[in-house]
């Protein structure tokens, strides 16, 4: 068995749907310190990518995200999803071509940590630049959230987690809350 936590979906969970979620993988898969390269968008759109997209809604909305890397479901693809039901943004070869000198703190979680939420400094808005799963080239601004989200998920495409964007005091606090989470998760499946 490996040491590296794959959350199982192997399951077909969506037994109506053609497409089944992905696995996702925790931050000690090696794709999660890796920079992605661009993915060349010359040939979008295509199935592969959209097949990719629909799997990675699938498996973002199993488990409530905000946002998913195609890297934390071991794909090696530039590209990661953002949003929620009405609203999700794909972005392919995705960039911040702007941002605000304003900083905001947030708290953050990550479904690679599950569990664990930290406070990330982060600027307030981005202009952002994607390409979109039809190869059509886009530019707009992200407030609030959905900015926090975009560079989440970018820092992503680049190796980096947010558990680098903060302290070792306040990840070394995050991490005993996280630890007290996940053991009162286990306790509740085992009394089932």
Same mark, same amino acid.
């Given at each position: ?34 920079? =992605? ?18 799997? @990675? ?5 199993? $488990?409530?995200? @905000? ?13 990661? =999803? ?5 609203? =999700? ?6 960039? %911040? ?6 900083? %905001? ?5 990550? @479904? ?14 981005? %202009?952002?630049?994607? %390409? ?17 989200? $975009? ?19 306040? @990840? ?8 007290? =989470? ?11």
């Amino acid at each position: 068995m490996s040491d590296i936590l794959t959350i199982d979906t192997s399951k077909n969970l969506y037994a109506n749907n053609q497409l089944d979620p992905l696995p996702l993988y925790d931050e000690r898969h090696p794709m999660m310190s890796q920079s =992605i390269p661009e993915y060349d968008t010359r040939d979008l759109p295509n199935r592969h990518i959209e097949s990719l997209i629909a799997r @990675l809604k699938i498996t973002m909305k199993l $488990y409530g995200g @905000l946002g998913l890397s195609a890297n934390q479901c071991g794909v090696f693809e530039r590209l990661f =999803i953002l949003g929620h039901e009405d609203f =999700i943004l794909s972005c392919i070869n995705p960039k %911040v071509v702007e941002e605000s000198k304003e900083m %905001v703190r947030e708290r953050e979680g990550c @479904l690679s940590f599950p569990g664990m939420f930290l406070t990330v400094e982060r600027p307030s808005w981005i %202009v952002a630049e994607f %390409v979109t799963e039809s190869g059509e080239t886009q530019r707009m601004r992200l407030d609030g959230i959905t900015a926090r989200c $975009y560079l989440h998920e970018l820092d992503h495409m680049n190796g980096v987690t947010f558990t680098q964007r903060v302290g070792p005091t306040a @990840l070394m606090l995050a991490k005993k809350k996280q630890s007290k =989470i996940m053991k009162q998760i286990v306790r509740k499946q085992k009394s089932k």
